[in-house]
């Protein structure tokens, strides 16, 4: 009865959530696979009901680290959302983030910058609706892949581009941990470059966070003081 299996679909997805709050990741896996197979029996495999759920259930193979599994399902995912929103869709670009994000875990590299790029252009091309959250998360991916590619260039370019990014946006963007390390990044590549007028800047504004957010103790504040001492200017 479809109704029944509508009842039994929430109550897994329900239970999955919980699960996964009190980190059973196992057990959240198989109530949401339970959930997913019950949905796709009763929506079909290009429902919206059925992206959600393969969405939290990739979520959950990414806790226990089984990237190639939540790749195939996040995968799946996208191209019901490219069908229901559109490939060009916020959505569509939230996804690959994800995604690329899921593939850099894997060491694949390469192939998550591509869907990084991809990402980063579909959020660009809505400049009415665009979403500076999700941009800093795709360009923070961004400049990862790069740095493990050793494209030096692309890293520091994504990286100014992020700072800025902050520096336009916050609020709504938070200032946090993220961000901190993202000015660490970019300081130490004008560091390296000895641009020292540049780089200090962005050490002490790294520093006052990581103070804010982890006490005057703390092994990343003296790590910001260690970078601070041997950047001359």
Wanted: glycine fraction near 6%.
């Amino acid at each position: 009865d479809e109704n029944v299996d509508d009842f039994l679909a929430t109550n897994y997805i329900n239970l999955g959530s919980l699960q996964m709050q009190r980190g059973k990741i196992n057990d959240a896996i198989e109530s949401l696979t339970h959930a997913l197979t019950l949905r796709e029996r009763i929506a079909g495999k290009y429902d919206a009901t059925v992206m959600s759920v393969q969405g939290k259930l990739a979520m959950a193979y990414m806790q226990i680290k089984n990237y190639s599994e939540a790749f195939r399902l996040l995968k799946k995912s996208l191209k019901i959302t490219e069908n229901i929103f559109g490939i060009m869709s916020p959505e569509a670009a939230r996804k690959q983030v994800v995604m690329g994000d899921c593939l850099a875990c894997q060491n694949k590299n390469e192939l998550a910058v591509k869907v990084l790029e991809r990402a980063k252009k579909i959020i660009e091309s809505d400049p009415e609706n665009f979403d500076p959250t999700l941009m800093s998360a795709c360009l923070f991916e961004l400049t990862t892949g790069y740095q493990r590619l050793k494209d030096d260039r692309n890293t520091k370019l994504s990286l100014e581009e992020l700072v800025h990014l902050f520096d336009k946006n916050s609020p709504p963007l938070n200032r946090g941990g993220l961000y901190a390390d993202s000015l660490i990044r970019l300081a130490a590549i004008y560091d390296k470059q000895c641009l020292f007028k540049k780089a200090r800047p962005l050490y002490e504004e790294a520093l006052q966070i990581r103070e804010r957010i982890y006490g005057n103790e703390h092994k990343l504040v003296a790590e910001v003081l260690m970078r601070l001492g041997t950047c001359q200017g």
